[in-house]
Every structure is written in structure tokens, then in C-alpha cells.
């Protein structure tokens, strides 16, 4: 924000774009945009159609991880698109193989598997631990166990794995052999596998839910589940789409919770916005999948994996993912002061620059309300679920742009409580 500019004059101007009615015309009304719409951004920052400034808390759920235009992942992409754009799966081409190697030598894996989204690379994980399942042991060993609140993507296999019910109502009848216990809850998943655990596959875990409401696994709670893995012969997934790529202060949040999966899912924040994802496990599970088992049109683009190299190469380095630790506690600090003085959250939960503040029970169903309101203050933020608001800022974000975020929070929620408070 300019010296010359109070928190106040910086506020968006109010009205409805000529572009948001356009989407109201000519999109299919799956979704509800905001009113506001984008049009450039440079780092935290988010410009719209009007000219308005908005301070990026929201960083396109959790995937602009270096910010907008970072101009590193510009160069690396503008190289690649000089040279060559697509080939297919029926060819090979160097940048896939250069990131598979960065990833490769990152991470616990052997192999990857290249896909768009992390939806596709939920479901090759999926699919991949069925059939090492039927491979090596029998028919009926396919059962996938899954925790309430979960999300895992948009297709019909994921949304069915996840557990929101209001992802996968109404299509139909879900794929069979999926269930759900809560989430941090060590003994449901010791008695399931007392009774299903010869059946059991697989495991799919986030290790911090992010749509469902920003709550990090315990350690006992991810202990136990990598031991049951162990002795009835299921794989571990862990779903690091939303926690992955330096979010959580390691580049895979695992790391720090000291746990090896069998298979791990990875996009957002590899590409920084540029489409990709990814689905890395051990050579032995890998063998599974062998040729013409799945695939993708697709998945391993050489623009989207040169993008995503350069991004592995900034991201995993300590100036990066120390920043991320630094900036996670002054956030953190200052939300909590935020709430003592306002008396509007419960805690301040999550994990790094992934983080939920969990609204007191007055305003339990009302946490867009107070994101529609940041918005209005010039600061982008998210939900998780009806009383969580979400922030998921640049991983390069810096000291003096967290200020000034909060800055613009606090006025928010000034806002908001006002607002909320009985007339006289």
C-alpha cells in the first residue's frame, strides 16, 4: 500500500463488473464468484477490472504459492513455449523428465505419475492401490477407508471418497467399498480394521483437512494409521494437494509429522496456477501400473512441467520455507490478537501459511460473511466450511505485506461485529 494511502481510501469502490454478469449469462451455475473481477496481479497482489487493490490472502486456494506473475515461473514458461507444447503420452519430453527427477530426489518416491489436477491425481492413486491390491492378495481387497470432512476432488471416484455428502449427493449411487470415521480419532480407525482390515486397500488421509474446516492430524492419529497399514497390508495415501509444495514450513507436510506414505498426491502449488499435478509413490507399488492401465492426454505438458521445475527449484530451499515458518508466526500472532481484542474466534489453527480461524459459536454459520466483508476491505480470503475463514498467502509473502493484511482484517472484522450487534 502507498505511504500516501489510508487502509480506508484503498477500499474497493462498490458495483458489479461487466464481466461478473457476463459469467451470470454464459457459465453453467456451478459456481458463485465474487462480484469483484481479477484482472492482473504482481506477487500478493490482485488488481480488478475497475482498478481496485486487493492484498492475495487467498492465493487461488492455496495454488499461487510465489505470488502472481512471479517473473521466474514467466521466464520458465515463456522459454518452454518457444520450444514445444504438447506431445501426448505416446512421447516422452524433457521437462516431465527433469521434474520427475526434482521430485523424485525430493521425496520418499521412485516413480510419478503426471496428471492436471489434483481430482486426477487422487484418482490414479486411488485406482493404482486397487489393483496392487488385486494383484497381490484377492478380489474382495478393495475396501477404502476415508475420513469425514475430507475432500479429494470433483470426480465421481473422489467426490465419493471424500467426506462431505453434499459433494457427491445427487448423481446416483457411489462406487462401492468406501467408508468414512472421523478424523483424529485413533481407536475408530484400530476398530475398523479389526473388522474390515483384511479387506481394507487403502488409507487416503489429508494430513491437514483444508475444505474441511483447516485441522491438522495428530501425530498418534497419523501413527496409527501407518501401523494398521503395515499389518493388514494396506497402502498409505497421503493427500498433500492442498498442504504440499512448502506449505506447511516442509515441502511435504509428512516430513514434519515424521510418517512415509505409500503413495502420495501432490498439485496446486507445483505449478503456481499452471495446470499440473502429480502422483509419486515406491517402485513396487509402481509396477502396478503398467502400460495402458491408466493415463492422461495431458498430464506431463512440457509448459506445465517446466513451470512446475522452476517452482520445485525456488520452493524447496530454507530462504523459502524458513519465510514461511517466520511469516506463519507473526500471522498467527497477530490474529490472535485480532481475537482477544474482538472476541471473534475460538483458535487459530493449521499449519504454516495454511491456516483457519475458527469463529466463536454467536457467528458459527457466518464465516462468509466476514470473508465477503475482507473482500470489501481490499483483502482476499477463504472459507472452510460455514464458520472457519481460511487464509493461504504467498509462500514469499513478506513481513510488511502481513501487516498490512491484518490491518485490513482487523478493519473487517470491526466491521463484522458491528454489523452483528442488536440495534438499540
Given at each position: ?274 495446470p499440473i499435478s502429480a502422483t509419486l509413490t515406491t517402485d513396487e507399488v509402481a509396477e502396478h501400473l503398467a502400460v495402458g492401465t491408466h493415463g492422461s492426454t495431458f498430464g506431463g505438458n512440457p509448459m506445465a512441467c517446466a513451470v512446475a521445475g ?115
Open positions: 500500500m502507498s505511504p500516501e494511502l489510508s487502509i480506508a481510501e484503498e477500499q474497493p469502490c462498490p458495483g458489479t463488473s461487466h464481466w461478473r454478469d457476463l459469467h451470470d449469462r454464459v457459465m453453467m451455475p456451478n459456481y458463485a464468484p465474487l462480484s469483484m473481477v481479477p484482472a492482473r496481479g504482481q506477487g500478493a497482489w490482485l488488481w480488478d477490472d475497475a482498478g481496485n487493490r486487493y492484498l492475495d490472502f487467498a492465493g487461488g486456494i492455496a495454488v499461487s504459492a510465489l505470488g502472481h506473475a512471479n517473473p521466474e515461473l514467466v521466464e520458465a514458461l515463456a522459454n518452454q513455449a518457444r520450444k514445444l507444447w504438447h506431445v501426448s503420452n505416446i512421447l516422452t519430453n524433457q521437462p516431465a523428465l527433469e521434474l520427475a527427477r526434482k521430485l523424485i530426489d525430493a521425496t520418499f518416491a521412485d516413480k510419478v505419475f503426471f496428471a492436471n489436477s489434483g481430482s486426477e491425481a487422487n484418482e490414479a492413486a486411488l485406482k493404482l492401490a486397487r489393483r496392487v491390491a488385486q494383484d497381490r492378495h484377492a478380489e474382495d481387497k478393495y475396501e477404502i477407508l476415508a475420513f469425514e470432512n475430507a475432500f479429494h476432488g470433483r470426480t465421481f471416484f473422489t467426490v465419493s471418497v471424500g467426506g462431505q455428502a453434499k459433494y457427491s449427493q445427487g448423481f446416483g449411487p457411489n462406487p462401492p467399498g468406501i467408508s468414512h470415521l472421523p478424523y483424529n480419532h485413533s481407536q475408530a480407525v484400530l476398530e475398523w480394521f479389526e473388522k474390515h482390515g483384511d479387506r481394507a486397500c487403502a488409507v487416503i488421509l489429508e494430513p491437514c483437512q483444508g475444505e474441511g474446516g483447516v485441522t491438522p492430524a495428530t501425530r498418534e492419529f497419523v501413527d496409527t494409521i501407518r501401523d494398521c497399514c503395515e499389518r493388514y497390508n494396506a497402502l498409505l495415501i497421503l493427500d498433500e494437494v492442498q498442504t504440499g509444495m512448502g506449505r506447511s514450513g516442509a515441502l511435504y507436510l509428512h516430513e514434519k509429522l515424521g510418517v512415509v506414505p505409500d503413495i502420495l498426491t501432490t498439485a496446486k502449488a507445483l505449478g503456481c496456477g499452471f522452476k517452482v520445485i527449484d525456488i520452493i524447496n530451499t530454507p530462504e523459502i520455507l524458513n519465510n514461511v515458518d517466520q511469516r506463519s508466526e507473526q500471522l498467527v500472532a497477530g490474529l490472535d490478537d485480532i481475537s482477544r481484542r474482538y472476541h471473534l474466534f475460538t483458535e487459530i489453527r493449521g499449519i504454516g501459511l495454511l491456516l483457519g480461524c475458527v469463529l466463536v459459536e454467536q457467528y458459527a454459520e457466518k464465516a462468509r460473511d466476514l470473508m465477503t466483508l475482507c473482500n470489501e476491505c481490499g483483502l482476499l480470503t477463504l472459507v472452510a466450511g460455514p464458520g472457519v475463514l481460511r487464509l493461504a498467502p504467498p509462500l514469499n509473502i513478506s513481513e510488511s505485506e502481513i501487516a498490512e493484511g491484518l490491518a485490513r482484517m482487523e478493519e473487517a472484522v470491526a466491521r463484522f461485529v458491528q454489523s452483528a450487534e442488536p440495534s438499540s
